[in-house]
């Protein structure tokens, strides 16, 4: 037995440059540091955990070359593994379609693009393909809107390695025919998902204009109930907030109703476990509703970035009244949306366009901490999100092409990691910096030239 444990090894030492974030303000640099992993005992949950992070020299003295798996990445960068909190993996094949109007996109892109998802053997086929995407850009967590089909959920939900959460779209009222839900069918996908999947469930109303206050009200209670979360957009562009409350007018029950955040608190969906997409135009009234209920944001800067950068146009996330208001948020891809799945797209997106507006708070530390701790708080995940001793051992290991060696700053080495110029075949190469992705401290993604 103890020859058979001594054959697994009992710890890993990876060598690297790391950065180990910690807050908004506060990255810890290792240059030429280490990183001690020591197996799992429990019989739950194997795997590797953080068991030490420190100087290479001073690590790499206390473990016997018996017990230990020497990783060696020393000259490239170590950061902890994504958690992206918003993102539709059925709209993959859409993201640099022309999204000169949301409303319009959706229409002519993405709900043609997501009909296809109605036929299984295309879900499997995609689903595989796409679980293979997320761990090469780095992603083991995160938010997951999938098409109305439940086998849609179900595929994702198994091949998906990591810590996300899932759910359907529901679309039961001003929507194509090729994607119209009854009530009754909407509601009986999330009583039968939400009791299945539970905590790893999130109910999904696309959005308000296409999912009727009823369904949102009903199935909301059923969320509630087994523990899921609940996922949704909101305040994206000025023409949807217009068009939101230019439906809600209609209905008795909403005449009154001023604000987009108000139609879904009175169906009930404005929780601690609630996660709304984007939020970028958002009343002071509105902001203060979703800190006393506890809700987040999922900022998705790469989508709401300017049309000629393949974004949609819809403005800047305005994180310093979030902050201001105490109301948590964390970033996100929102992949069909956003043109590129990479995180690291992302976080030199978010302080690319902060820093043209003269926001000069963002930052590379910032934007990483927002990329992995703020969301596994977000979304709830325990021993991920940083370095953190006994948090699972998640981590990429990124090109050294691009990682500034000489700097002796965290804030420095991210940036020579992670900014890129602003064209888009570079930024597309950011879906090709990840050499290595671990889970757990075992290896799922490498490259070959890794």
Request: proline share 2%.
């Amino acid at each position: 037995m103890q020859e058979s444990v001594l054959q697994q090894h009992l710890y890993k030492l990876v060598l690297a440059d790391i950065i180990n974030p910690v807050n908004d303000q506060l990255a810890s640099y290792y240059k030429d540091g280490a990183m001690l992993l020591k197996r799992s005992k429990s019989k739950s949950s194997s795997g590797f955990y953080v068991d030490r992070v420190g100087k290479r020299l001073d690590l790499i003295k206390l473990v016997k070359d018996s017990e230990c798996e020497i990783l060696d990445f020393r000259g490239k960068l170590v950061v902890p593994t994504f958690v992206d909190t918003h993102f539709h993996w059925v709209q993959d094949d859409v993201c640099l379609m022309p999204k000169d109007n949301l409303l319009q996109w959706l229409k002519k892109y993405t709900w043609p693009s997501e009909s296809k998802f109605k036929n299984k053997e295309y879900t499997k086929l995609k689903s595989k393909l796409f679980a293979k995407k997320l761990l090469s850009v780095g992603t083991t967590a995160g938010a997951v809107y999938c098409s109305i089909h439940q086998h849609t959920v179900l595929a994702s939900a198994k091949e998906f390695v990591g810590d996300f959460i899932f759910g359907n779209v529901l679309m039961t009222m001003n929507s194509p025919d090729y994607l119209l839900q009854t009530e009754s069918d909407a509601i009986a996908s999330v009583r039968e998902l939400s009791s299945k999947l539970k905590k790893r469930y999130a109910l999904t109303p696309r959005f308000a204009p296409t999912t009727s206050p009823s369904v949102m009200k009903m199935s909301g209670k059923m969320a509630k109930r087994n523990g899921s979360f609940i996922q949704t957009h909101l305040s994206e562009t000025i023409n949807e907030i217009e068009y939101v409350l230019s439906i809600y007018s209609s209905f008795a029950k909403f005449k009154k109703v001023l604000t987009y955040t108000e139609i879904y608190d009175r169906c009930g969906l404005v929780t601690d476990r609630t996660i709304f997409g984007h939020g970028i135009h958002l009343s002071d009234k509105e902001l203060k509703l979703l800190s006393k209920k506890g809700a987040s944001i999922a900022h998705c800067p790469t989508s709401n970035g300017p049309i000629d950068e393949f974004g949609l146009g819809s403005g800047l996330f305005d994180f310093e009244k979030c902050n201001a208001n105490k109301v948590a948020w964390a970033l996100a891809s929102d992949i069909g949306g956003g043109p590129f799945l990479s995180m690291i797209d992302v976080m030199n997106s978010f302080v690319y366009q902060n820093k043209r507006a003269k926001v000069k708070s963002a930052t590379y530390v910032m934007a990483l901490n927002r990329a992995t701790n703020a969301g596994a708080k977000i979304l709830k995940i325990k021993r991920t999100g940083n370095f953190k001793r006994l948090n699972w051992a998640n981590f990429v290991v990124i090109d050294d092409i691009f990682s500034g060696r000489g700097s002796d700053s965290g804030e420095k080495r991210l940036e020579a990691a992670f900014k890129t110029n602003s064209g888009i075949k570079a930024r597309k190469k950011t879906e090709n910096v990840i050499l290595k992705t671990f889970y757990k401290g075992n290896c799922l993604f490498g490259r070959d030239n890794g």
